[in-house]
């Protein structure tokens, strides 16, 4: 369920204008932190980043690290969604200074409160769309449900390498106020993703 979290890895491009500065350049898919050589960057990328993501699938954790040369129209920037099974979570920071981006990669840590929300949840392969009676319950700043779909499975698990997605649909809760705040939201252009929908959730009374 929810296979297609694994797609959330940082399709993000920068673009900006300024000084040249020097910043650490790595990755790891299997890590919570990285380390790798000082690049020079180019004039137009001003900044460090450090993108991180935390999955969480059936109560098991894996994480990935990016670090390289960014530009300052990528604001710092938290993404979560939740479903009864896999928490994700997407933190990109910003830093100034040559090699600022050489800490230890780090997570704003999550709020497990209710917040009164409620979400549909579902999950459907190979399928446009899903619906159900079952609901979510939000937890923190997760106060806004999440409805996506497109090429974003491999026969309902994490896709990986070359292997080809299929179709698949999922309802659930998360943070973002509009769906141009979501991680994938430039492969609606390239037709990856079909669709992506934020909306209100359902508040207790």
């Known amino acids: 369920m929810n296979a297609f979290l694994t797609g959330v890895i940082f399709l993000i491009a920068f673009t900006a204008t300024g000084k040249s500065i020097d910043c650490?350049?790595?990755?790891?898919?299997?890590?919570?932190?990285?380390?790798?050589?000082?690049?020079?960057?180019?004039?137009?990328?001003?900044?460090?980043?450090?993108?991180?993501?935390?999955?969480?699938?059936d109560g098991v954790a894996s994480n990935q690290v990016y670090k390289y040369c960014g530009g300052d129209e990528q604001s710092n920037s938290i993404y979560r969604e939740e479903s009864f099974t896999t928490f994700v979570q997407v933190e990109i920071q910003n830093c100034e200074t040559d090699k600022c981006n050489e800490e230890p990669a780090q997570l704003t840590p999550r709020a497990n409160t209710p917040n009164g929300v409620k979400c549909m949840h579902c999950f459907e392969n190979y399928s446009e769309d899903c619906n159900s009676e079952e609901t979510i319950e939000c937890t923190g700043d997760m106060?806004?449900?999440?409805?996506?779909?497109?090429?974003?499975?491999?026969?309902?698990?994490?896709?990986?390498d070359d292997t080809?997605?299929?179709?698949?649909?999922?309802?659930?809760?998360?943070?973002?106020?509009?769906?141009?705040?979501?991680?994938?939201?430039?492969?609606?252009?390239?037709?990856?993703?079909?669709?992506?929908?934020?909306?209100?959730?359902?508040?207790?009374?």
Do not use: W
């Not at 650490?24 to 790798?36: A, E, M, P, Q």
């Not at 806004?144 to 698990?157: D, H, V």
């Open 164 to 205: 080809a997605f299929n179709v698949c649909a999922l309802r659930h809760c998360t943070n973002i106020a509009s769906a141009d705040l979501h991680p994938r939201y430039d492969e609606v252009d390239t037709g990856n993703i079909q669709k992506i929908e934020i909306s209100e959730g359902i508040k207790d009374a």
């Open 143 to 160: 106060n806004k449900c999440l409805f996506m779909s497109g090429n974003i499975c491999n026969n309902g698990e994490l896709g990986v």
């Open 24 to 57: 650490v350049s790595c990755s790891t898919t299997n890590g919570t932190d990285c380390s790798g050589d000082v690049t020079t960057c180019a004039d137009d990328l001003t900044f460090c980043q450090t993108a991180r993501t935390e999955l969480k699938k």
